[in-house]
Nanobody, 115 residues
């Protein structure tokens, strides 16, 4: 059993910054990747950023240059630094982990960008 606990969401003004964290615990033998997805009201869940065990990183085009994903392997924790936030970044952000063919999700954390 793998648990993902997210933190760091909240309300921020346009142009502001937030940092999300996701800590993985439980029976984890090997993590292949960790990443972040988001889902806005009425929209499908979409990939935001992902980092593999080898350090490869992919970002959604909409967040390139503004968001940075990083990972602390010793702590099984992934971070998402979000800068220059826009109202369209408003969504529930979900942590995602892939390990030996299985995929795990966090409970989600709300990010609201509004003045």
């Amino acid at each position: 059993q793998v648990q993902l606990v997210e933190s760091g969401g909240g309300l921020v003004q346009p142009g502001g910054s937030l940092r999300l964290s996701c800590a993985a615990s439980g029976s984890i033998s090997r993590i292949n990747y960790m990443g972040w997805y988001r889902q806005a009201p009425g929209k499908q869940r979409e990939l935001v950023a992902v980092i593999t065990s080898g350090g490869s990183i992919n970002y959604a085009d909409s967040v390139k240059g503004r968001f940075t994903i990083s990972r602390d392997n010793a702590k099984n924790t992934v971070y998402l630094e979000m800068n220059s936030l826009k109202p369209e970044d408003t969504a529930v952000y979900y942590c995602n982990l892939g390990s030996q063919g299985r995929h795990y999700w966090g409970q989600g954390t709300q990010v609201t960008v509004s003045s």
